[in-house]
């Protein structure tokens, strides 16, 4: 099984809003990320967690704030987003972090910031 | 940074044909990964590589590990409709914290 699932898919909230998006995996897994997206390009990584530690942080606007509550979940908490942060938000996990080491995505979160 | 150079940008194939993408580095990577993605969804793992020259296949999909470590391919056999997406490569190595990506391949099969 490699699944990892993602809640909700998509989303829809106001500049002013608070929402957290939801990661999960059951298979083991110790590192965790969250990517962002855009249209007709290729993934960027924000947070890379790492036995639970917050391991890499890609210079991501403190608006959003990452989470690791246990081996199993992320979640990614929003607040005060801008409209330019629409996007699609992609979880993976990999056994571990490092180089030989192979990324499983969850299916995204669609967002939209009005 | 390492950058990753993916061609072609898109194709336009007739189903039955093969086709053939490939990603380029200036640098050394340690492992090479080749995703599909669908309008919508999250990016599915096809391959992953971990040696220099190794050749792996994954059904009507063959992928190869430049010897250079520079270097990678994606080939897809006898196309059919369900090949539609884009497909990245993305590429691993002790110089960098993260997994670089490519731009992306993005594939149109006519029926």
């Known amino acids: 099984d490699t699944e990892v699932t993602q809640t909700p898919k998509h989303l829809v909230m106001g500049m002013t809003n608070k929402k957290s998006l939801k990661c999960e995996q059951h298979?083991?897994?110790?590192?965790m990320y969250w990517y962002k997206q855009k249209a007709k390009k290729p993934p960027e990584l924000m947070f890379v967690?790492?036995?639970?530690?917050?391991?890499i942080n890609e210079s991501v606007p403190s608006r959003f704030s990452p989470e690791c509550p246990n081996s199993s979940l992320l979640n990614l908490h929003l607040h005060a987003l801008q409209p330019e942060d629409s996007a699609l938000y992609l979880c993976?996990?990999?056994?571990?972090?490092?180089?030989?080491?192979?990324?499983?995505f969850g299916p995204g979160t669609r967002l939209t910031v009005t | 940074g390492q950058q990753l150079n993916q061609s072609p940008q898109s194709m336009f194939i007739q189903e039955g044909e093969d086709v053939s993408m490939n990603c380029t580095s200036s640098?050394?990577?340690?492992?090479w990964l080749w995703y599909k993605q669908d309008p919508g969804e999250g990016p599915v793992l096809l391959i992953a590589?971990?040696?220099?020259?190794e050749l792996t296949s994954n059904g009507r999909l063959t992928a190869q590990f430049g010897i250079t470590r520079k270097d990678s391919f994606l080939n897809i056999s006898a196309s059919i409709p369900s090949d539609v997406g884009i497909y990245f490569c993305?590429?691993?190595?002790?110089?960098?914290?993260?997994?670089?990506f490519g731009a992306g391949t993005r594939l149109t099969v006519k029926p």
């Open positions: 993976a996990s990999s056994q571990d972090e490092g180089v030989y080491v192979e990324q499983y």
């Open positions: 298979m083991g897994h110790r590192a």
């Open positions: 967690y790492s036995y639970e530690k917050l391991s």
């Open positions: 640098s050394i990577f340690n492992t």
């Open positions: 590589l971990y040696k220099a020259g």
């Open positions: 993305a590429g691993l190595s002790y110089n960098n914290n993260d997994m670089r």
